[in-house]
């Protein structure tokens, strides 16, 4: 401390009332205890954040080392697959759908029920009704075959539509009758049967009341 500083000191210790002047020469004194810049200033840690790891979706293990099971999920909603039997539309005429709607009714049945009634109770003339009832559009002569585009089964039509979907079990019983009949449209083949089984007045082929009173 210099000889001025000294008198500055004790001036304000004359000031301040002695002893509380004294004090604060000596605490700007201590204010600079290494005026070369010598001594490292001092370091404080700084908390860091403390981070919870997220909880995987898959299984862990706990302290016990058993394995802890993740969390229930939502089940899936059940999707069709391919091997599901698909709805079936039988094209049938006016009149064969109406004598089906009638049946429906009185016997109290799911339209699958009526088809596969029809089916069972006509199990051994499948093929002679499909056969008699079958007729073509158009010229048809004995030199030219037929053109099987051209063919219509008696009891069929576009004005109505029977639906129905068959089970697992009923597909396979299907795809047996058509192996046996050698048809797989069952848009068409179904319909004389319907036609042939149902109760009241039948579908006939085009022209055959004029075949009979010839």
């Known amino acids: 401390m210099t000889l001025e500083d000294k008198k500055l000191s004790g001036g304000l210790g004359a000031a301040f009332g002695g002893g509380r002047g004294a004090g604060l020469g ?24 403390k981070r919870t790891p997220r909880r995987r979706d898959r ?29 079936v539309t039988v094209y049938v005429s006016l009149s064969v759908r109406k004598r089906f709607d009638e049946y ?6 799911q339209s699958r029920d009526v088809v596969f009634r029809a089916l069972a ?17 158009g010229e048809v002569n004995e030199l030219f075959a037929p053109d ?8 069929g039509g576009s004005e109505g539509q029977v639906q129905f ?15 046996e009949l050698g048809m797989d449209k069952r848009s068409t083949w179904i319909a004389p049967i319907l ?8 579908d006939t082929k085009p022209g055959a009341k004029k075949d009979a009173k010839a």
């Open 195 to 202: 036609n042939d089984f149902l109760p009241g007045k039948k």
């Open 165 to 179: 979907k068959p089970k697992p079990q009923h597909e396979a019983v299907l795809r047996q009758l058509e192996d």
């Open 121 to 137: 109770a006509r199990r051994e003339d499948l093929r002679r009704i499909i056969d008699e009832s079958k007729y073509y559009l």
């Open 59 to 87: 299984s862990v293990e706990d302290t016990t080392g058993e394995e802890i099971a993740p969390p229930p999920r939502r089940r899936p909603r059940a999707q069709r697959t391919s091997n599901e039997p698909a709805q």
């Open 104 to 109: 429906k009714h009185k016997e109290r049945l």
């Open 26 to 49: 000596s605490l700007l004194d201590a204010d600079d205890p290494d005026p070369t810049g010598d001594e490292e200033p001092s370091t404080v840690p700084v908390a860091t954040e």
């Open 148 to 155: 099987e585009s051209k063919a219509r089964y008696v009891g």
